[in-house]
């Protein structure tokens, strides 16, 4: 086995697979396969029978072979050595010989076991992204995606679905909710849970540009690239729950208008007087607004002018930073509109084709 590669793509799809086995639970360490091919180097992380990743790098000079490699020990390794490219080689016992100009390491490793062939069943495309185009929309979505695997299962996904004939993608943690909806794409025929495991793996490789493709089959997903293969991953089994009764109706008699620039500016300020609950009191009096936060003890206050809203006044409890990662999501050269039911109901942030849902908090005397 032998094969030239360059030394920062190396690097970069090494760490990536670290991060992989970190979002799925398995140990850094692992050995995995490392298959030379004609045209390309392949690292290839076999779960089990029914979910593998697959990475492929470009590389010249090679030698078909392949041997079970630490991908960990690799990477102390690559990120030392000070050429531009890296030299491959298997000796005898087994054993991963890594060259860069004068530079020589020696890493043991173990004989190659073949891995186990997954079988292909018929799939369907669900969509088809940009890398640009991905990462903001995983900006939008990760932060209100479930992460309680034991009590709400069927929130740790994201939903692909058909609504309003727009791909849609929908992902709540019962707190908040996402929707965030594709004019230029075909809705999938029925709809699919990609879960969260999943999205944290993809999220890091997200930044190399290209094109990435999902496809969905009976029981599985398939996400590709170019380079990137994560094959045969299974669907989130639970039902993901009908959250068309959540989302408010907008109500145009009870709407504020903010500056989201300003609105960002005063939050982290709240955010600097950590209290548990995260929660502030939002006070809209006429056009103005009092945002204030803590106790008895340690409380913030700040009033921002100009604020237009169509209610005399209002009182409502929100967490600060649920409330900032929406604000990351939507467009900040435009106002944001905030739409009112009552006190304790959802309140609704639409901003284009995408639409937030953040539940209020209780508020109490002290605050």
């Known amino acids: 086995m032998?094969?030239?590669v360059g030394r920062i793509e190396l690097t970069r799809t090494l760490r990536w697979i670290q991060t992989y086995l970190k979002a799925n639970g398995m140990i850094r360490h692992?050995?995995?396969h490392l298959e030379v091919r004609p045209d390309d180097l392949r690292f290839i992380v076999q779960q089990d029978e029914h979910s593998r990743l697959e990475v492929s790098l470009p590389a010249e000079q090679t030698t078909v072979g392949a041997i079970l490699i630490d991908t960990q020990k690799l990477l102390r390794f690559i990120k030392v050595l000070p050429g531009e490219f890296v030299d491959l080689a298997c000796g005898k016992p087994p054993r991963l010989i890594v060259t860069s100009e004068n530079c020589r390491f020696d890493l043991s490793c173990s004989e190659?076991?073949?891995?186990?062939?997954?079988k292909q069943k018929k799939r369907k495309t669900i969509a088809t992204f940009t890398g640009t185009e991905?990462?903001?929309?995983?900006?939008?979505?990760?932060?209100?995606?479930?992460?309680?695997?034991?009590?709400?299962?069927?929130?740790?996904?994201?939903?692909?679905?058909?609504?309003?004939?727009?791909?849609?993608?929908?992902?709540?943690d019962g707190q908040r909710l996402t929707l965030v909806a594709f004019k230029d794409q075909i809705p999938p025929e029925e709809p699919c849970n990609i879960p969260s495991s999943v999205i944290k793996a993809i999220r890091p490789a997200v930044a190399y540009h290209?094109?990435?493709?999902?496809?969905?089959?009976?029981?599985?997903?398939?996400?590709?690239?170019?380079?990137y293969h994560l094959l045969a991953l299974a669907h989130n089994k639970y039902r993901f729950p009908n959250y068309s009764t959540v989302i408010p109706p907008l109500n145009k008699t009870k709407v504020a208008t903010l500056d989201v620039q300003r609105l960002k500016k005063a939050l982290v300020r709240c955010t600097v007087l950590k209290n548990h609950t995260m929660c502030t009191r939002f006070t809209f009096?006429?056009?103005?607004?009092?945002?204030?936060?803590?106790?008895?003890?340690?409380?913030?206050?700040?009033?921002?002018?100009?604020?237009?809203?169509?209610?005399?006044?209002?009182?409502?409890?929100?967490?600060?930073r649920y409330l900032l990662e929406i604000i990351k999501g939507v467009d900040a050269k435009k106002p944001l509109e905030m739409y009112f039911s009552r006190p304790l109901d959802p309140l609704l942030f639409p901003s284009g084709d995408d639409t937030f849902v953040l539940m209020p908090m209780r508020l109490h005397d002290r605050l």
């Open 285 to 320: 009096n006429g056009d103005s607004l009092v945002l204030s936060v803590g106790g008895h003890e340690n409380q913030y206050t700040e009033t921002l002018d100009n604020i237009p809203c169509t209610l005399p006044q209002f009182t409502v409890g929100m967490n600060c």
């Open 210 to 227: 290209g094109k990435w493709t999902i496809l969905t089959g009976e029981k599985t997903i398939e996400i590709h690239t170019e380079r």
């Open 112 to 118: 190659d076991k073949e891995p186990v062939a997954l």
């Open 2 to 4: 032998k094969a030239t």
């Open 134 to 172: 991905l990462r903001q929309t995983l900006t939008k979505l990760v932060p209100s995606m479930g992460t309680d695997a034991f009590s709400r299962s069927d929130l740790c996904s994201v939903h692909f679905h058909n609504k309003n004939e727009k791909l849609t993608l929908c992902t709540t």
């Open 30 to 32: 692992l050995e995995i």
